[in-house]
């Protein structure tokens, strides 16, 4: 069934992503479009029924980043965010134009002290401001989503004048956030069970959920929204997200799979590909997916005890509540080693989910091959390591040809680097504090720029000692943040790849720089 926001079933919770929009809006988690539509890819694999793909007025990037989504998604809503303001709704409703289905969401406050101190308007102002800025939206798209941002810190009796109001208007979703992640889950599931009790034209509406986790709540408070009639959850990947983050969709998904007997509800989520939207989402934004994190944690299906491992060896169900396969974790050991095929090496990746163009698969073949003749036992992680980084690096206009390192307690370290920039062969010597800092300077020899290095972070794809090195690295210049990814089994030319794609990103964002006059507007 194709994806559709209009769901009959009663029991039907839509799932709303907004890795793109609010999880973006962590710090440092900054995406290129390229990067956005990898993910936008994937959560539509996924069966997310809603995108919230960006925020269209916020800058030319975000305009253009929820136009090309919508361009290229076909079975999952596209939604654009915008202010309860007129030049907002209109770009938003611009750049959704080409989606098959389109939803302008707006959000305005209805809490006391967001109407006092940050809109510094009365309560009647953002009452006819919501009527106002709903039936405008309503010109534009037949589906419309009223956000009341710090909703679960508003007034009851007011926050149900401005539900019926925005329903009234033409609002079919009213999602009601916990914008800064302080109610707790009897609190939040009363609220929804007052509104839907009260609000007269509450059955005309499906209402949502949206919590933050500054409490570490923000999952347990999203379910307890709907088993109070929430039909909307609005989360993350990896819950990615301002401050402590969103809900996570991972857990939101496999707790209503796993505990469906106490939450009788169904999503449309293909569990499987978890694990593969998990990976991909940290991989773009450099946010380290910490080890015992439910569902998608290194050791999520990790059981180290002896008597956990031998309760499992008897049977699975002592201490596994779902199998590592239901979130797409697979301990594949698939051996496509130095003698595998083209072809072998095609069905594997379309397996994984790939699709690459004749010459993009070339390449990955290529760089196939050299990691097959380096390490014995090639995994599926490591496949999805080298196909990323070969996407990701695709339009570069750098290439790695060498490295040598002279590393060792004696010091200086040295590193000897051969790279193609702009189609000239250069070759440098540099020194620094340790081998990866002269890797990093002999790249600035090559290529100077003022870049400021944020992070850099090691990751075994696999295990073992012959193990992919994935590096990310974040670099800053003039404001502008990048992640870089490498990957290889020499943990420094992983690095020396990573500094490379972040700097390349750079030099792409330099030359797209968005006009002076699009200014970011932060939300909440
Ligand atoms: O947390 C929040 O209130 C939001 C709104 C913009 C929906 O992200
Ligand atoms: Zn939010």
Not at 12 to 28: A, K, Y
Not at 86 to 94: L, N, S
């Amino acid at each position: 069934m194709a994806n559709n926001t209009v769901v009959n079933d009663k029991n039907r919770v839509i799932i709303f992503d907004t890795t793109l929009r609010d999880g973006e809006q962590s710090p440092g988690a900054a995406m290129n479009l390229e990067e956005k539509l990898r993910i936008a890819t994937v959560l539509e694999e996924l069966g997310v029924d809603v995108i919230e793909a960006g925020f269209p007025v916020s800058s030319a990037g975000d305009f253009q980043a929820v136009n090309e989504v919508a361009k290229l998604i076909k079975n999952s809503t596209i939604c654009g965010l915008a202010r309860a303001a007129k030049m907002d709704i209109e770009r938003a409703a611009e750049a959704l134009k080409p989606a098959a289905r389109k939803r302008i969401h707006i959000f305005l406050s209805t809490s006391p002290l967001h109407m006092k101190y940050k809109l510094q308007k009365e309560p009647e102002q953002v009452l006819q401001a919501v009527i106002d800025a709903v039936s405008f939206a309503r010109n534009l798209s037949d589906d419309v989503e009223w956000s009341a941002e710090d909703g679960s810190r508003s007034e009851p009796d007011f926050l149900c004048r401005c539900v019926e109001a925005a329903i009234k208007a033409g609002a079919s979703t009213i999602n009601i956030p916990d914008t800064v992640g302080y109610t707790t889950p009897d609190e939040y599931g009363a609220l929804f069970k007052m509104l839907i009790n009260r609000v007269p034209n509450a059955d005309q509406a499906t209402f949502s959920v949206h919590c933050h986790n500054d409490l570490g709540l923000a999952v347990a408070n999203s379910l307890s929204g709907v088993i109070n009639g929430a039909r909307q959850v609005e989360c993350t990947i990896n819950g990615l997200g301002e401050r402590a983050g969103n809900a996570a969709l991972e857990e939101i998904a496999m707790a209503l799979k796993v505990r469906n007997d106490r939450m009788p509800f169904t999503t449309g989520i293909n569990t499987e590909v978890i694990t593969r939207a998990s990976r991909l989402v940290s991989g773009i934004t450099g946010f380290a997916v910490q080890p015992n994190k439910a569902i998608v944690g290194a050791n999520a299906f990790a059981h180290e005890s002896g008597v956990h491992q031998d309760g499992m060896l008897k049977n699975r169900e002592t201490y596994e509540i779902m199998t590592p396969a239901s979130v797409g974790l697979s301990k594949s050991s698939l051996k496509l080693g130095k003698l595998s095929g083209r072809n072998a090496f095609r069905s594997k990746l379309k397996e994984l989910g790939y699709e690459l163009g004749d010459n993009a698969l070339e390449d990955a073949f290529k760089r196939f091959k050299d990691l097959a003749d380096k390490k014995r036992d090639v995994f599926d992680d490591d496949i999805i390591a080298l196909v990323d980084d070969e996407v990701a690096n695709m339009a570069a206009r750098i290439k790695f040809l060498g490295l040598e390192i002279y590393a060792g307690s004696k010091g200086p370290q040295r590193a000897e680097l051969e790279l193609e920039f702009d189609g000239r062969v250069h070759k440098v010597t540099a020194t620094g504090n340790g081998p990866v800092d002269a890797t990093f300077n002999a790249i600035k020899q090559i290529i100077p720029h003022e870049a400021t290095l944020l992070l850099y972070q090691v990751h075994a794809v696999t295990q073992g000692t012959d193990a992919q090195a994935e590096v990310t690295v974040r670099l800053e210049e003039n404001g502008r943040t990048v992640n870089g990814q490498g990957a290889d089994p020499d943990t420094l030319v992983a690095s020396a790849r990573a500094y490379i794609h972040g700097l390349t990103k750079l030099m792409i964002k330099r030359d797209k720089k968005a006009p002076d006059n699009m200014t970011l507007i932060s939300n909440g």
